[in-house]
């Protein structure tokens, strides 16, 4: 399974336009969304236990420093 992150901005109400994906046609893919508003500590706290997720906790995933923060 490969995963992939884009943000996007709807163009029209309840409408996303995805270019350029590398999933050919026939393919299909499962699809999470979440809004700005969706994300509260209930819904981090299903994705922190979720396997699909697991990758995020892998040090190569982890790309920003403290300094970053600053």
Known sequence: ???????????SDG????HGLP????QEAEIIILTEE???K????ILE????WAWLGEPDED???EEDAQ
């Open 1 to 11: 399974m490969s995963r992939i992150r884009i943000r996007a901005r709807a163009e």
């Open 15 to 18: 409408e996303l336009h995805l």
């Open 23 to 26: 999933i050919h046609k026939g």
């Open 38 to 40: 969706s994300v509260d």
């Open 42 to 45: 209930e819904l981090l706290s």
């Open 49 to 52: 236990h979720d396997p699909a």
């Open 63 to 65: 790309v920003y420093t």
